[in-house]
């Protein structure tokens, strides 16, 4: 699967039953599947997102939203349960202002579901990491 990496934006080949295994770029190094969720904005978003062949859960929040601050560590163990099978980010709807546009963003937090950029299904409000694993699946 192509894989691109979040911090220098180089498409990797990694191999499936390698994706749990912590793989790393090979341009720069960094880690591609750690499981950490990953910051995006309308400058990286779409090398990033759309450069997964892995289906990429999209949090839009912003940092005056109490849901969405809530949720977030919530967000962050989905990301650790779906290691190696899905990519987990998060974009600042107020800081991008393009993408939350693009995606018609209308409240917040909202969920977005991408399979090779393309959106698949969508949620809003603030869920815990069972729902959002068990959403994702």
């Given at each position: 699967m192509l894989?691109?990496?979040?911090?220098?934006q180089t498409k990797n080949r990694v191999p499936d039953e390698r994706a749990t295994q912590d793989?790393?770029?090979?341009?720069?190094?960094?880690?591609?599947l750690s499981g950490e969720v990953i910051e995006l904005?309308?400058?990286?978003?779409?090398a990033v997102?759309?450069?997964?062949?892995l289906p990429v859960l999209v949090d839009f929040w912003a940092p005056w939203c109490g849901p969405c601050r809530?949720?977030?560590?919530?967000?962050?163990?989905?990301?650790?349960?779906?290691?190696?099978r899905a990519l987990l980010v998060k974009v600042n709807?107020?800081?991008?202002?393009q993408l939350?546009?693009?995606?018609?963003?209308?409240?917040?937090?909202?969920?977005v579901q991408l399979r090779q950029g393309q959106e698949v299904?969508?949620?809003?409000?603030?869920?815990q990491a069972g729902q959002i694993v068990q959403w994702l699946a």
């Open positions: 894989i691109t990496c979040p911090h220098c793989p790393v770029c090979g341009h720069c190094g960094a880690a591609l904005n309308d400058a990286n978003f779409d997102a759309g450069g997964s062949e809530q949720m977030a560590p919530q967000f962050a163990l989905a990301g650790q349960q779906l290691k190696g709807s107020d800081a991008s202002p939350s546009t693009r995606f018609a963003i209308r409240s917040i937090p909202t969920l299904q969508r949620r809003s409000g603030a869920l």
